[in-house]
């Protein structure tokens, strides 16, 4: 929720909380690329890459929308607006009092609004994650089936017949890292930092639990944060440069992050 007055003048820019996080694959990560991408002779079920340095990565949009559908979840919101000619409907406050009162939106964003005129600030950025040095250098050295993947190859079984069809499947191996990810916080004047930080904290939990990318229920996409650490940038309301201050950190896991968080020093 955000308390920052959402009419008349926009509330100011105070400050930037900085996450920046370590991803680790605990299994097979596997985030696909649109088909079109696939080239001629390549595999069926390719991941994203960049198309310059053919390194897969994680989509900031991947990681901020899986967060966010997470959070839909665990806070039962309404899941009413059309998406991919109504095949698919996702959470999203359309007026200024249910998006103020709303956790999600504040800091996740809405889309601007198609009547009236109401500040929707979208407060979190989710930056595209690439391979860390260490993992690019040592998916290298590594014979894989595929530069920096593996091959897995599951098999469809006909219940009635029994006859197999295998499909091939691309990941990321497990124990690859990706980083520094970075998410970034815009606090206006009237927010909570400790609402928010709380809220990308607990979206990090909830998918440590589940999966990101495809194939989640079958092994792929298990992912934990490491290396976490929190910076702030406070714009001073007279005017002149930021001043940047580690608020906290580096944690090695997430749960480190979640025990020391109530004892961060959080500007208010
Ligand atoms: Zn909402």
């Known amino acids: ?78 899941q009413d607006w059309p998406i991919d000619r109504d095949r698919v409907h996702v959470h999203v406050c359309r007026a200024e009092g249910p998006y103020r009162e709303c956790r999600v939106c504040t800091v996740f964003g809405v889309s601007a609004p198609k009547s009236g005129r109401w500040f929707c600030l979208t407060r979190l950025r989710v930056a595209d994650v690439h391979l860390s040095d260490s993992s690019r250098a040592a998916l290298r050295e590594k014979p ?30 497990a124990g690859a890292e990706f980083g520094p990810a970075r998410f970034t916080l815009f606090q206006y004047e009237g927010d909570s930092l400790t609402d928010h930080l709380g809220l990308l904290l ?4 909830l998918l440590e639990a589940d999966y990101l990318g495809s194939s989640g229920s079958r092994g792929s996409g298990r992912v934990s944060f490491r290396n976490i650490r929190v910076e702030l940038l406070d714009f001073p309301a007279g005017g002149g440069l930021p001043q940047r201050s580690l608020l906290g950190g580096p944690y090695p896991t997430r749960a480190e992050f979640v025990q020391a968080f109530p004892s961060l020093a959080l500007p208010s």
Request: charged share 25%.
């Open 1 to 78: 929720m955000s308390n920052a007055a959402n009419s008349g003048t926009p509330p100011r820019l105070s400050a930037v909380a900085l996450v920046e996080s370590t991803i680790r694959c605990e299994t097979g990560l596997r985030i696909g690329a649109a088909e079109s991408t696939i080239a001629i002779g390549g595999l069926d079920n390719p991941v994203i890459r960049n198309p310059l340095s053919g390194e897969p990565y994680i989509p900031g949009s991947s990681l901020k929308g899986k967060m966010r559908s997470l959070l839909e979840r665990r806070y039962g919101l309404s």
């Open 144 to 173: 894989t089936d595929f530069p920096y993947t593996e091959v897995k190859t599951e098999v469809a079984i006909d219940r009635f017949t029994s006859a197999a069809t295998p499909r091939p499947m691309e990941r990321v191996p």
């Open 202 to 205: 607990e979206a990090m939990e």
